[in-house]
């Protein structure tokens, strides 16, 4: 009965290699989001999809694609990986894009680029 | 882009001792929203405030939102160890876009 579920929990890869982080969540919510922790803590948007359409895209790096097969997932493909990207991904969503609708988190994704 | 700076970074309080964070904007905001992460956690929304010079309440926690509406605090009256976690306030854009203030680590001495 969860909420909004990442996959994996963890993950230990190599610089250079290609990973991916993918979402669900099973509220019937519209809007999904991607979010970067880094190790200070600080959350920064990176992507968002409403209904399968790309209403955000920060200044993130082309190496990270984000793809919405239907509005109940959102994953999240980057390529290259270099250390620099060792964070925490943090999926989100929401029922709708509207400004002050409350966001709900999944458990994240700790990924450690070696 | 829009900033939101929060202090403090952190503070270490012995439970039953009262707590603050504040959050400061240098432009009006719409709205503000505060969020709390557990250790090895994820972010979960409190609340959400709108109005000038908002006041709203739960339970232990007070959320305030400033006049100008470019500040706003949580303060939360004889901490618990359960409090234990960092806070951080967030300002929706367009598009429902989170804006995270810098956050405030809360320690708690049983």
């Known amino acids: 009965d969860t909420a909004v579920s990442q996959t994996p929990k963890y993950l230990v890869t190599q610089m250079g290699n290609d990973k991916s982080i993918k979402c669900e969540q099973n509220l019937g919510h519209d809007t999904m989001y991607w979010y970067k922790q880094d190790s200070k803590k600080f959350l920064k948007i990176m992507f968002s999809y409403n209904n399968k359409e790309l209403i955000i895209n920060e200044t993130v790096p082309n190496r990270f694609s984000p793809k919405s097969p239907d509005k109940a997932h959102l994953n999240l493909h980057i390529n290259s990986l270099e250390l620099g990207d060792s964070a925490v991904y943090f999926c989100?969503?929401?029922?709708?894009?509207?400004?002050?609708?409350?966001?709900?988190f999944g458990p994240g994704t700790r990924l450690t680029v070696t | 882009g829009q900033q939101v700076m929060q202090i403090p970074q952190y503070q270490h309080v012995q439970e039953g001792e009262d707590f603050t964070t504040y959050c400061n904007s240098s432009?009006?905001?719409?709205?503000i929203q505060w969020y709390k992460q557990r250790p090895g956690g994820h972010p979960v929304f409190l609340i959400q405030?709108?109005?000038?010079?908002e006041v709203k309440k739960q339970k232990r926690l007070t959320f305030q939102f400033g006049e100008a509406k470019k500040n706003s605090s949580l303060h939360i009256t004889a901490t618990q160890t359960t409090d234990v976690g960092t806070y951080f306030c967030?300002?929706?854009?367009?598009?429902?876009?989170?804006?995270f203030g810098t956050g405030t680590l809360l320690a708690v001495q049983p």
């Open positions: 967030a300002v929706s854009g367009a598009t429902n876009k989170l804006i």
């Open positions: 405030l709108v109005k000038s010079g």
């Open positions: 432009t009006t905001l719409s709205n």
């Open positions: 989100a969503s929401s029922k709708s894009r509207d400004r002050g609708i409350e966001q709900y």
